[in-house]
């Protein structure tokens, strides 16, 4: 028996004792044989290191070639912390430690690491402080970086002047793990020009995923889109990294290159934008604090400029923007970061259009209504807004109740239609949907009616006095500047609903076509709404009505050279017990053969005769005066500040934009709108930390001004691998170029 437990012992003393080899084995192939050439690359030997170049993301362009975002050369200082850590160690005997509170197998402990901190303080920067180009950094961020992302370096300073970046040149400081190169970093050419369509970039957040870390000493990680479109198109900006072979000396200092891949460009990406049209919008838009203004070709649902205001710069956030400025951007309670073009907001008296085509869907246009200052449904006496003036409308064809914007019409027009055609309508017409645009945020908007009522309160039941709010476009409805340019389009171009389309096509490098979108139709009010040519003409003839007519509430848009026809807007509303009104302009020209439909939103105005159409009105005829030969001479945009006055009126031929507190307007009635749907703020982008105490230096000399280097990239290449200029010559600075574009 005794005999027999020995034998078994040792037999699984045997299986343990082969198992134990065969997994040695197994590692010594995987090390040795798989995985030889990549770890070969990474021995110590003190000689070489291995650093990847990031990507060169393509450029964006707009319809006509002129380049919105671009690629730039910035001078840069990286800390390759390992090597300073080991150059310490080599030269002192010893490095010194500091702790941290981390967590082993899940449980909290105290851990020791270098103390890079410290190490950087006693040998890199004195000698930074001596050439004057020291700056203040967050030693928190500093040290923790060492911790989690070693293997990248750490990018210290970024935007060197010529100045500086030829003393780093000619003075050759001899710091290991101190490198001073040359990246390709984002450059949105016109600064705040469509930033909430274009996005911005940043490094990406999870590096211990990224696939191939592991090939590199270093790890220069490409930048990826944040936003709007960068984000979107990444797949196609993007491009392919390349990588560097790098000289170390024995003391670790990087003396040169022996060796590199390039990099290769992603692709280029052409927009429906005209640059030039989207110069003229964001130029009238600031006359007031906060609004949108959107311009398709309802030819083919084209976006040819879309504006938000107010606004900002995306280049602040490229390559990094400081956690101060970040929070100063997030406490502006005008939210420069939302995107008002893609929000919905109760659109008052211009949904009255889509009421019209409703009513002609329902057979009832030609049934002449009333005003008599107001209609009574249940207990509640629904006003006109002429009733203010102690006035009526008496009885009205639908031509001259859009003319006028009657109310008390519309009350009475939408309930004989019913709210079924109503919502029949918005549907073909793509209201209370997304576009599908390539943007993130996008409002929805409402599109009220029984079935909708029904899944916000069960409880409640449709009535006709919601279906009267319905019809003059306040009450719960709610419509974006883009929803209703598409509306607009659809009027002027005879009753096609296209799909607004932003992204044209994309290109590679060589010039062919990767890929192109091709306009999309949404519906045909002829085929899926049952229109005749006829019907949607009267519709025109009254939005015509509105601009060219003497009683219309826009005669202040009117053009000779360029004919338009539009339809305004006024919905009240409410901020902090202030009326904060939404006012509307929406229009097409020219009126026989659109090429244009214009949509202009103002948050906090009088009126959409008095402030919306002014605005139209101005970009309208800046782009008359642009498709005529005249030259749109453009320059960076600094962002739009946004603010809170109410403004009362805008005279462009003035130059006079009156800003009071009055709060009494036409063309509305005691209804409030609902509370709006804005869109979400942009991504995060990549915040760093402000500059601490610890991190705090003491320069000898002040370093000169830098300013970033807004050539394109050029010969960027050829000068990364630290090729010094002449002795005593610093690099030479680019010729500016000319406002837009090349």
């Known amino acids: 028996m005794k005999r027999s437990k020995s034998s078994i012992r040792i037999f699984f003393l045997g299986v343990v004792v082969v198992v134990g080899m065969a997994a040695l084995a197994v590692r010594l192939w995987d090390v040795q044989i798989t995985r030889g050439a990549e770890f070969a690359r990474k021995v110590s030997t003190g000689s070489q290191v291995t650093v990847r170049i990031p990507a060169v993301r393509g450029e964006i362009l707009d319809r006509n070639g002129v380049k919105l975002v671009e690629n730039r050369a910035s001078f840069e200082v990286d800390f390759y912390l390992p090597d300073m850590v080991r150059a310490y160690k080599e030269s002192r005997g010893r490095v010194p430690m500091t702790t941290y509170r981390g967590r082993v197998h899940n449980m909290p402990r105290d851990l020791k690491e270098a103390d890079v901190v410290r190490i950087v303080s006693e040998t890199v920067i004195p000698r930074l402080e001596e050439l004057g180009v020291a700056k203040d950094y967050n030693s928190k961020a500093l040290q923790i970086h060492y911790r989690t992302n070693r293997e990248v370096p750490y990018n210290y300073r970024q935007d060197l002047s010529f100045e500086e970046m030829a003393l780093f040149s000619e003075k050759n400081l001899g710091l290991a793990g101190v490198n001073v190169g040359v990246k390709p970093v984002r450059w949105y050419v016109y600064g705040a020009l469509a930033p909430h369509l274009l996005g911005y970039v940043g490094p990406?957040?999870?590096?211990?995923?990224?696939?191939?870390?592991?090939?590199?000493?270093?790890?220069?990680?490409?930048?990826?889109?944040?936003?709007?479109?960068?984000?979107?198109?990444?797949?196609?900006?993007?491009?392919?990294?390349?990588?560097?072979?790098?000289?170390?000396?024995?003391?670790?200092?990087?003396?040169?290159?022996?060796?590199?891949?390039?990099?290769?460009?992603?692709?280029?990406?052409?927009?429906?934008?005209?640059?030039?049209?989207?110069?003229?919008?964001?130029?009238?838009?600031r006359a007031v604090g906060r609004g949108a203004a959107v311009v398709v070709d309802p030819r083919n649902g084209d976006i040819l400029a879309m504006a938000s205001v107010p606004s900002y710069d995306p280049n602040i956030f490229i390559p990094s923007i400081t956690a101060s400025k970040w929070s100063e951007i997030n406490k502006d309670a005008t939210n420069p970061l939302v995107n008002r073009a893609i929000s919905a907001y109760a659109p008052g008296s211009t949904y009255k259009i889509p009421i019209a085509l409703a009513g002609l869907r329902a057979g009832i246009g030609e049934k002449p209504f009333g005003c008599a200052g107001g209609v009574q449904y249940g207990d509640k006496y629904m006003r006109c807004w002429i009733a203010e003036k102690n006035r009526t409308h008496g009885?009205?064809?639908?031509?001259?109740?859009?003319?006028?914007?009657?109310?008390?019409?519309?009350?009475?027009?939408?309930?004989?239609?019913?709210?079924?055609?109503?919502?029949?309508?918005?549907?073909?017409?793509?209201?209370?949907?997304?576009?599908?645009?390539?943007?993130?945020?996008?409002?929805?908007?409402?599109?009220?009616?029984?079935?909708?009522?029904?899944?916000?309160?069960?409880?409640?039941?449709?009535?006709?006095?919601?279906?009267?709010?319905?019809?003059?476009?306040?009450?719960?409805?709610?419509?974006?500047?883009?929803?209703?340019?598409?509306?607009?389009?659809?009027?002027?171009?005879?009753?096609?609903?296209?799909?607004?389309?932003?992204?044209?096509?994309?290109?590679?490098?060589?010039?062919?076509?990767?890929?192109?979108?091709?306009?999309?139709?949404?519906?045909?009010?002829?085929?899926?709404?049952?229109?005749?040519?006829?019907?949607?003409?009267?519709?025109?003839?009254?939005?015509?009505?509105?601009?060219?007519?003497?009683?219309?509430?826009?005669?202040?848009?009117?053009?000779?050279?360029?004919?338009?026809?539009?339809?305004?807007?006024?919905?009240?509303?409410?901020?902090?017990?202030?009326?904060?009104?939404?006012?509307?302009?929406?229009?097409?020209?020219?009126?026989?053969?659109?090429?244009?439909?214009v949509v202009v939103f103002v948050q906090g105005a009088k009126s959409g005769g008095g402030v919306s159409a002014p605005i139209a009105a101005e970009i309208i005829s800046g782009i008359e005066k642009y498709k005529s030969g005249e030259d749109v001479q453009m320059a960076a945009l600094e962002p739009a500040q946004g603010n809170f006055l109410f403004t009362e009126s805008i005279d462009f031929r003035r130059a006079a934009v009156a800003v009071t507190k009055l709060s009494d307007d036409g063309e509305t009635s005691d209804t409030v709108a609902a509370p709006g749907q804005e869109s979400a703020p942009a991504a995060a982008p990549n915040v760093v930390a402000d500059a601490d105490e610890a991190g705090r230096v003491q320069n000898k000399t002040e370093p000169p001004a830098a300013k970033p280097n807004r050539n394109p990239l050029g010969g960027l290449f050829n000068f990364i691998g630290g090729k010094k200029p002449r002795e005593g010559a610093p690099p030479k600075r680019p010729q500016p170029e000319r406002p837009g574009g090349r």
């Open 204 to 285: 990406p957040k999870e590096l211990d995923k990224l696939p191939d870390l592991r090939d590199f000493n270093f790890y220069e990680p490409d930048v990826e889109g944040k936003a709007q479109l960068e984000l979107y198109l990444d797949r196609h900006l993007k491009g392919k990294p390349g990588a560097r072979i790098l000289r170390r000396n024995a003391k670790g200092v990087i003396e040169g290159e022996t060796g590199r891949r390039e990099p290769v460009q992603g692709n280029n990406v052409h927009l429906t934008l005209d640059a030039k049209i989207q110069y003229i919008v964001e130029k009238a838009l």
């Open 395 to 597: 009885s009205l064809s639908l031509e001259d109740a859009v003319k006028v914007s009657c109310n008390a019409f519309f009350y009475q027009f939408g309930n004989a239609a019913g709210i079924e055609q109503i919502v029949a309508m918005g549907n073909l017409l793509g209201l209370g949907q997304k576009s599908g645009l390539p943007l993130s945020g996008e409002s929805p908007g409402v599109l009220p009616g029984p079935e909708w009522l029904s899944g916000v309160n069960p409880r409640a039941r449709w009535s006709n006095g919601l279906t009267a709010n319905t019809a003059i476009g306040q009450g719960d409805v709610l419509a974006s500047p883009l929803q209703m340019a598409m509306v607009t389009a659809a009027v002027a171009n005879g009753g096609t609903v296209y799909y607004p389309r932003l992204v044209d096509r994309v290109v590679d490098q060589d010039g062919n076509t990767i890929e192109q979108e091709q306009p999309r139709v949404r519906s045909t009010l002829a085929a899926d709404g049952g229109l005749t040519a006829e019907q949607i003409e009267r519709v025109r003839k009254g939005m015509w009505e509105v601009v060219n007519e003497g009683g219309g509430t826009a005669g202040r848009a009117k053009n000779e050279k360029m004919p338009t026809a539009g339809k305004t807007g006024t919905a009240q509303f409410w901020r902090s017990g202030i009326k904060d009104n939404h006012t509307w302009f929406i229009a097409f020209a020219p009126y026989e053969n659109p090429e244009y439909a």
